[in-house]
C-alpha cells in the first residue's frame, strides 16, 4: 500500500489553493478555452453527420453528436485516454509496483489532457485522502445511508447517498447566493467533483458493510493511504481487517485485489460520452444541476442491466456452465454448452459491444492481469473458464453468424476476477464501477461549464414527422 508521509500529509489542506490540480487546470484554461471559442466562432455551420430516420429510431447509434474530450472509443482500437491506449497509460502514467497505474493518475490525465509527474499523483492522493477523510464525510449522507434497508440494492443505495451530498455542495450553496457567473462556475464544480471522488471510498465501504455485515464497519478510513487503498480497507478487504468479514484472506491476496482495483477502477474511468452513465451525467449537468445530482442521475443509468450489470450475469454464467461441463479445459464440451445457449435463444454473455469489432483492451488488460499471476488463478476453475473462453467463444459467435463482434468485453472477465478475491456480492460490482466511472463524467462536467455549454435541449419529432419526412424523400 502507497503511505503518505507524515510531513507531506500534514502539509496538505482542505483549500483548493494547495491542489497541484487545480493550478495545473487554471494554467491549460485559457488556451483550451480560447481553441474553443475560436472554433465555435468559425465552424458552426459546418456540417458533421446526417441524421437518419432510422438512427433517430435506434438509440442515436453512431451520431456525433456529443463534445467530450476525455476519451473517445474507436471500433478496432478500443477505448485511448486523451489520445493514449491503456498500454500506453500502464507505461506512462504513475503507478504502483506491479505495473497498474494509480487512478489518481488517470483522473488527473483525464482533467488536463497531461501525464502527471509522481510528485503530482502523490499529491492528489493526498488531497483525495483529506478531502474524503471521516471528519469530512457528510454527516447527512452517513445518516441517510444508516437508515436504508440493509437489502436495499447497493447501486440505489449509492444513488441516494450521492444525491444527499447535494446538501455540501458548494456549487450549489454559491448559486443560491447569488455568488456564482458564468465565468466562475467551473471552479464550484471542481469543487464538489473532487469532494465526491474523494467521498466513495466511505460511502462505499458503509454500502458494502450493509449487505454483507449489519452495517457494522469492515474497516478504517486512513488520511495516510491513497483512494484505491481506502477503497479496499473499507470494504474489509485489507490485510488487516479482512478477518472481519471473512476468514481465509492472506497478505499476498490483500496486495492482488488491491492491484486488481487499481487496475479496475483505473481502467473504467472514462468510455467516451455517449453511454447512458456518461451522456446523463451530462445531460443532467446541462441544467446546472450541482455534479452531485448530475452523478447520482448518471450511477441510476448504470444499474440497468445493458449498461453496468453485465459483470454479475457473467459470474452466474461461467458458475452455471462450470457446474455442467466436467472440467473448463473440455473444449468440446464448452463448444457444445455455448450452443446450446445460442439455439436457445439466448446471448453469450461478455461478448459482443455495441461500437467495438476487435477484443475490448480492458478485457485484455485483466486477462493480463490473471496470466501475470499464473499461480494464483491456475486452480480457480471459473477463471480458467473465462480464460479458455475468449479463444472459444468467439469461434462460435462467428459461426453462429449473427453477432457484428465475437469478441470479449471487458465484463467477461471483471466480475470473476473480484469473486476469485472473496467478494461474491454480485449486485455490488457495479458500486465499484460507480466508484471508477465518476472521474471521467465528473471531468468532463467541469470542462463544459469552463466552455460554457448551454442546457442540453435536442428536438424531438413525432410520428407524423417522420412520415411527412419520409414521403418528402
Ligand atoms: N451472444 C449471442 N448473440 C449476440 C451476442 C452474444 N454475445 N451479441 C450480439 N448478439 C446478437 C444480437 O442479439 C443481435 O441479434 P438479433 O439480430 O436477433 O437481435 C445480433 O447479434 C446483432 O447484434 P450486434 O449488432 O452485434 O450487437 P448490439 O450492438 O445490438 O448489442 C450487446 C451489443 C453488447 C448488447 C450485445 O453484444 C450483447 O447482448 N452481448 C451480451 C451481453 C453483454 O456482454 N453486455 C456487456 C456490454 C459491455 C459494454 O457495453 O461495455
Known sequence: MLRFSRQLHNSTRLCSQATGLKESLKAIIPKRKEEFLKLKKECMGTKVDDITIGSILSGMRGNRSMFWEGSMVDAQRG???????IEQCQRELPGDESGNFYPESMLWLLMTGEVPTKQQTKQLMEELAVRG????????TSRVIDSLPNDMHPMTQLAIGLA???????????YEKGLLNKNNYWEDTFEDTLNLISFLPILTGKIYSKITNDGKPLGKFSPTEDWSSNICSLMGMSNSTYSVNKNNFNASESKDFLSLMRLYTGIHADHEGGNVSAHTTHLVGSALSDP??????????LAGPLHGLAAQEVVRFLVEMNGQISSPN???EIERYLWDLLNSKRVIP?????????PDPRFTAMLKFTKDRKSEFENDKNVVLMQNLSSIAPKVLKAHGKCQNPYPNVDSASGILFHHYGLKESLFFTVIFGCSRSMGPLTQLVWDRIYGLPIERPKSVNMETLKLLSNSQ
Open 79 to 85: 477505448i485511448t485516454f486523451h489520445g493514449k491506449t
Open 133 to 140: 477523510s471521516e471528519a469530512n464525510f457528510p454527516i447527512a
Open 164 to 174: 444527499s451530498m447535494n446538501k455540501v455542495s458548494r456549487f450549489a450553496s454559491n
Open 292 to 301: 452531485y445530482l448530475s452523478y447520482s442521475s448518471g450511477i441510476m443509468g
Open 330 to 332: 473440455q473444449p468440446d
Open 350 to 358: 461478455g461478448y459482443g459491444h455495441a461500437t467495438l469489432r476487435k
